[in-house]
């Protein structure tokens, strides 16, 4: 079944909005990989009047607004180096001035992602200089017109699939995750990733002109490292195993438990780079890891909850509702020392930059 669950709307304690330091860690950590990339690879040609910019899987905010700032900052920093003008002082006696840009940011996400909240957040009129566009709608298909966008981003977004991969419940009774030990699963998760990997790539491809750059930020494995060898790893598999206790209590369905899978495939690197050199639509200019001191997650137990609930409990929740998710959520804090402590792998950030051919 195709899934759609979002991140915890709101301003909340449990929001999404409240719980992404985690995630926001990686785009602080990219601001200057961004200025080098728009710098060196960016041809602002492409661009007339008006700039064209899309975060793909933006939620709620804060975080997008922080990889918006860092495009436009970089953008406006090249335009100002190459034209020794500054981008915003405009010619009011010639406003078809083509050194003047504007910049037009297209906000995508699900259909019932917190729109609301995005909005009411935005940056103040005074300070942000965009004109700011919802796009709602997977981007698993193109959500926008042709040949129109000039840089699109996406962050933290591209482990979720667009569904959990068919056949995998009778092979993944004992986990609610691609462990990455069980074959039949992996290559199950693995084949839906590439489909689904493939589709962005494919729409983005479209809606990009000629030149524009594609800017892939967030997790994976290394080659050879599985998931459940890692922190975000075993704090999933944590999660799954609250699940069997609340089973074997009687607190929900053992069926149910077996039959639950997370939509999500954290994918080893030369997987993801192998779709992107099959789809052929993009020269992969960079491929990077990022190295950052909030690389991996903090072990504090408060804190794991808190970002877990945020980003994963909206599927939870679908399956068994949300008072049996704040009951997992409570075990989980209790047990989640269990699986952490013991040695993990470390996984890796990466940043990738394609530019569309
Ligand atoms: C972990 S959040 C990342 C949010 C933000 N980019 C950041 O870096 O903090 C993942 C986001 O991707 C969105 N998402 C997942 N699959 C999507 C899809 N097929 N189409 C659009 N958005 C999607 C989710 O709804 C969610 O808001």
Known sequence: MAHSHTMIGGNGR?????????????????????????????????????FNVADFGCSTGPNTFVAVRNIID???????????????????????????????????DHSNNDFNTLFKTLPPPTTREYFAVGVPGSFYSRVLPR?????GHCSYSLHWLSQVPENVTEFNKDSIHCTGFVKE??????????????????ARAQELVSGGLLML??????????????MKGKIID??????????????????????????????????????????????IEKMERVSHENEEFPSDARFLRDSYRAAFGGVAEASFGGDMVDKMMDLFEEKVHEFIDKPTKAGMQFFVLLRRN
Request: proline residues 3%; negative net charge.
């Open 74 to 108: 970089a953008v406006e920093h090249k335009f100002r180096r190459q034209t020794q003008q500054n981008p915003k002082e405009i010619d009011e006696t010639n406003r078809n001035n083509p050194k003047e840009i504007e910049f037009q940011v297209f906000f995508n």
């Open 217 to 230: 930020l967030g997790s994976c494995l290394p080659d050879g490292v599985q998931m459940s060898e890692t």
């Open 238 to 283: 944590c999660a799954g195993s609250c699940l069997g206790d609340m089973a074997k209590s009687g607190l929900i369905e053992r069926e149910k438990v077996e039959s639950f899978n997370m939509p999500i495939y954290f994918a080893q690197e030369s997987e993801f780079k192998q779709v992107i050199e099959k789809n052929g639509g993009f020269t």
């Open 147 to 151: 040949n129109n966008l000039h840089l």
């Open 14 to 50: 449990e929001s999404y909005s409240k719980n992404s330091t985690y995630q926001r860690a990686l785009l602080e950590a990219t601001k200057e990989k961004i200025d080098e990339a728009v710098s060196m690879k960016l041809d602002l040609g492409i661009a007339s009047s008006h």
């Open 185 to 202: 699963v992996t290559e199950a998760y693995l084949g839906q990733f590439k489909i689904d990997f493939g589709s962005f790539l494919d």
